[in-house]
């Protein structure tokens, strides 16, 4: 079992930059990859980035390749999502997801989610 909060959501206006972090708990987490997604409103939730249990692995979304960074720190049971350029359509509700990371990059979906974290950006 794994419980996950988000933090760092906020308002930014286009062309800045904000950091989510994501805490988890359970002693499991370093065996398992860890990922964000994010649901803008009237749209379907959408993957945006993964990195592998160890670390040594990110995956992106098109949409924020060269943008976002997934990072993830296994002595701290915490992962983060560095987010610079940000754009309006970045606008959403970010959700940290840990489960396998098959099942995100293939599916959108995972094992565990936090309850989400709100950003916004401003034109």
């Known amino acids: 079992q794994v419980q996950l909060v988000e933090s760092g959501g906020g308002l930014v206006q286009a062309g800045g930059s904000l950091r989510l972090s994501c805490a988890a708990s359970?002693?499991?987490?370093?065996?398992?990859?860890m990922g964000w997604f994010r649901q803008a409103p009237g749209k379907v939730r959408e993957f945006v980035a993964t990195?592998?249990?160890?670390?040594?692995?990110?995956y992106y979304a098109d949409s924020v390749k060269g943008r976002f960074t997934i990072s993830r720190d296994n002595a701290k049971n915490m992962v983060y999502l560095q987010m610079n350029s940000l754009k309006a359509e970045d606008t959403a509700v970010y959700y940290c997801a840990a489960g396998q990371i098959t099942r995100m990059l293939t599916g959108g979906t995972s094992d565990y989610w936090g309850q989400g974290t709100q950003v916004t950006v401003s034109s």
């Open positions: 359970g002693r499991t987490f370093n065996s398992y990859a």
């Open positions: 990195i592998t249990a160890g670390g040594s692995g990110t």
